[in-house]
């Protein structure tokens, strides 16, 4: 009897660990779109699963809510983010209790609207994208993360995001 016990408590004890590093997580937050002159500012929603604690899958939308004013051929040009989708295999690394780092690897798009004295261009392009980034938990369930991504596209596009992370 004390040793169900035992075993139940340990049970307890080690099944919120094993809740941590794998299951459903999703994110909401902010990534910044830079290609050469132009800075562009997105609000980003991401959902994926953890396998387990080193391997993952996850998914990703981004809006554009920031846009940036350009010089070409002496016009201004407003440049704007309509939106841009993605989805990754994840590879992570548990550095502490809270803290991990990951790298990511998949197919991504962008959808970038330029415009100019009432003319109007869209530009879709889509390709490979990789990145890194880490990840601190403040519980069990919340946390916040930084990552880099490179949309590798005919013009390299740079991601950097901020987002708060809530796993389930």
Known sequence: MKLALACL???ATV???IAQESGFYGSAGYSNFAADDVDLGALALRGGWNF?????GEVEGSIGVVDDDVTFA?????????HSLGAFATAGLPLSERGRVFARAGYASVDIEG????VSVSQD??????????????????GVRLGYTAYDFEETIDVFEISY???F
């Open 115 to 118: 415009s100019s004295d009432g």
């Open 74 to 82: 002496e016009s201004n040009v407003d440049v704007e983010l309509n």
């Open 9 to 11: 408590a340990a049970l």
């Open 15 to 17: 099944t919120p660990a």
């Open 165 to 167: 992370v809530r796993r």
């Open 125 to 142: 392009d889509s390709d490979f994208a990789y990145g890194i980034g880490g990840e601190y938990r403040f519980d069990a369930f919340n």
């Open 52 to 56: 387990n604690e080193y391997v993952g």
